[in-house]
Nanobody, 124 residues
Framework: QVRMVESGGGLVQAGGSLRLSCTAS????????MGWFRQAPGKEREGVSC????????YYADSVKGRFTISRDNAKNTLYLQMNSLKPEDTAMYYC?????????????????WGQGTQVTVSS
């Protein structure tokens, strides 16, 4: 079983930045790609970004393209999401997720492991 722990959320003014981190308890063959998802109150969970663990192939939702950057540190078993130029509509609970297939996906149903989430609130 892989345990994943997010950190780095908080309250920030519009235009500000935050960096989210997600550390996996162990890096096994069960983790071949990872992603960030978010869920605002009353809305469905949506994919924000994903990355393949070995090749570093990335993908972004149109709503965050050019503002958010996903990266990973293989040595630290850690996934990051650098969020710049934050907007109030970015306010949500952010989750990291991992799956055992080395294909980037923005579909939450295919992910096997999830963190507990970290809250991001952007004030206007």
């Amino acid at each position: 079983q892989v345990r994943m722990v997010e950190s780095g959320g908080g309250l920030v003014q519009a235009g500000g930045s935050l960096r989210l981190s997600c550390t996996a308890s162990k890096l096994t063959s069960d983790i071949q790609s990872m992603g960030w998802f978010r869920q605002a109150p009353g809305k469905e969970r949506e994919g924000v970004s994903c990355i393949t663990w070995s090749g570093g192939i990335t993908y972004y939702a149109d709503s965050v393209k050019g503002r958010f950057t996903i990266s990973r540190d293989n040595a630290k078993n850690t996934l990051y999401l650098q969020m710049n130029s934050l907007k109030p509509e970015d306010t949500a609970m952010y989750y990291c997720a991992a799956r055992s297939v080395s294909i980037c996906s923005m579909w939450s149903a295919v992910f096997d492991y999830w963190g507990q989430g970290t809250q991001v609130t952007v004030s206007s």
